[in-house]
């Protein structure tokens, strides 16, 4: 199992980018799918979740209203939409998914999930 992320980069304050993840090694139509980020000195912290149906979305407070998640099962792949950057938005996004059947825990926990990318760096100018 295998998740790529891309997308990253430098932008502006007030600019956007969009992140993508590409799953590969199985299909993860039934998963959670999640995107986290860590700041330097920091922990990792949740972003913004999709439920295996893409019927529920979770955000963190910090990106609600300005970050978009959402999936496309047939091409196995979960983006992350951007908007309205901020220097405080500077990190490292991981992408992350779930097992084939749901664990219990919760949404914003990064016990949610049992597969991990190796990340991509954003950088948001002031």
């Known amino acids: 199992v295998q998740l790529v992320e891309s997308g990253g980069g430098l932008v502006q304050a007030g600019g956007s980018l969009r992140l993508s993840c590409a799953a590969s090694g199985r299909t993860f139509s039934s998963s959670a799918m999640g995107w986290f980020r860590q700041a330097p000195g920091k922990e990792r912290e949740f972003v913004a979740a999709?439920?295996?149906?893409?019927?529920?979305?979770y955000y963190a407070d910090s990106v609600k209203g300005r970050f978009t998640i959402s999936r496309d099962d047939a091409e196995n792949t979960v983006l992350l939409q951007m908007n309205s950057l901020k220097p405080e938005d500077t990190a490292v996004y991981y992408c992350?998914?779930?097992?084939?059947?749901?664990?219990?825990?919760?949404?914003?926990?990064?016990?949610?999930?049992?597969?991990w990318g190796q990340g991509t760096q954003v950088t948001v100018s002031s």
């Open positions: 999709s439920t295996w149906s893409g019927g529920f979305r």
């Open positions: 992350a998914a779930g097992g084939a059947t749901d664990n219990g825990a919760s949404y914003y926990s990064k016990y949610k999930y049992n597969y």
